[in-house]
Nanobody, 123 residues
Framework: QVQLVESGGGLVQAGGSLRLSCAAS????????MGWFRQAPGKEREFVAV????????DYANSVKGRFTISRDNAKNTVYLQMNSLKPEDTAVYYC????????????????WGQGTQVTVSS
């Protein structure tokens, strides 16, 4: 069982930066693949970034490549999402998720979810 708590969301102007954090409970955090997803009003939840357990293989949605960076600190049971050059279209609720197994970009394949944190980018 893993419990996830996101933080770091807020209001930022276009071109600005935010860093989201996701703190996980449990002693086996290092064995979980961790993902970030987002959901804007009226839209489906979409993949943003993922980092595998072990060597930390990463993958990103095309819309955020080169602007967002996912990382993890297993000693702190925390995964991060550094978001730079933010755009109004990045506005959404951002969710942290965990799964056992290799990285996947499909949200139904994740077993554990945080409550979400709002990111709003003004133009």
């Amino acid at each position: 069982q893993v419990q996830l708590v996101e933080s770091g969301g807020g209001l930022v102007q276009a071109g600005g930066s935010l860093r989201l954090s996701c703190a996980a409970s449990g002693r086996t955090f290092s064995r979980y693949t961790m993902g970030w997803f987002r959901q804007a009003p009226g839209k489906e939840r979409e993949f943003v970034a993922v980092i595998s357990w072990g060597v930390g293989i990463t993958d990103y949605a095309n819309s955020v490549k080169g602007r967002f960076t996912i990382s993890r600190d297993n000693a702190k049971n925390t995964v991060y999402l550094q978001m730079n050059s933010l755009k109004p279209e990045d506005t959404a609720v951002y969710y942290c998720a965990a799964r056992e197994g290799p990285p996947r970009t499909s949200h139904p394949l994740y077993d554990y979810w945080g409550q979400g944190t709002q990111v709003t980018v003004s133009s």
